[in-house]
T-cell receptor, first 114, second 113 residues
Framework: EAGVTQSPTHLIKTRGQQATLRCSPI?????VYWYQQALGLGLQFLLW???????NRGNFPPRFSGRQFPNYSSELNVNALELEDSALYLC?????????????FGPGTRLTVL | KQEVTQIPAALSVPEGENLVLNCSFTDSAIYNLQWFRQDPGKGLTSLLL?????REQTSGRLNASLDKSSGRSTLYIAASQPGDSATYLC????????????FGQGTTLQVKP
């Protein structure tokens, strides 16, 4: 069974540009979560999508947004990139809409903002 | 506000040693606790999930315990191997309906041959 997949593996952008990161959940999983792992800050919760709806978002500015498609895959968009957005972005998925279900993580996308 | 702390931040042990990693959390109102492994620059691999009603979980050489009342969890690794070298993260799932995991800063383990 395929795990959570993310693309691209690496992404290099310049300040002010937009970045789009993609995530495909485990087959049968309907919830997708996004986390940011910036150097020195640890893993921070960004967004939770379930059945196409945003269920919760962390303490991040509105330029961090995303969506979930009918096939449950998800996109994370970061507008007006800033240097401090450089981080590893991790996507996770879980079975069903229960927020307490185990989350399974993908390999991440390394975003570098120059 | 839930805070998760992992001590020590780094640990170096010789191969074959048994070791314990610690995780503490400030709010006992958790739904579950997960232990993850992260290799440098990689994603997270789930090791063990303990529901709030459970006291421990075991998988191979790994054993995780949970004491909600004291706000503590431990990950015990038996007979450590160089391949166990990685960063170990604990994360609590709060009882509120938020969907988010709250992570500790991790313990970086080095097992020397």
């Amino acid at each position: 069974e395929a795990g959570v997949t993310q693309s691209p593996t690496h992404l290099i952008k310049t300040r002010g540009q937009q970045a789009t990161l993609r995530c495909s959940p485990i087959s049968g999983h309907t919830s997708v979560y996004w986390y940011q792992q910036a150097l020195g800050l640890g893993l921070q919760f960004l967004l939770w999508y379930d059945e196409g709806e945003e269920r919760n978002r962390g303490n991040f500015p509105p330029r961090f947004s995303g969506r979930q498609f009918p096939n449950y895959s998800s996109e994370l968009n970061v507008n007006a990139l800033e240097l401090e957005d450089s981080a590893l972005y991790l996507c996770a998925s879980s079975l069903g809409s229960n927020p307490y279900n185990e989350q399974f993580f993908g390999p991440g996308t390394r975003l570098t903002v120059l | 506000k839930q805070e998760v702390t992992q001590i020590p931040a780094a640990l170096s042990v010789p191969e074959g040693e048994n070791l314990v990693l610690n995780c503490s959390f400030t709010d006992s109102a958790i739904y579950n606790l997960q232990w993850f492994r992260q290799d440098p620059g990689k994603g997270l691999t789930s090791l063990l999930l303990i529901q709030s009603s459970q006291r421990e979980q075991t998988s191979g050489r790994l054993n995780a315990s949970l004491d909600k009342s004291s706000g503590r969890s431990t990950l015990y690794i038996a007979a450590s191997q160089p391949g166990d070298s990685a960063t170990y993260l604990c994360a609590v799932g709060p009882s509120s309906n938020t969907g988010k995991l709250i992570f500790g800063q991790g313990t970086t383990l080095q097992v020397k041959p």
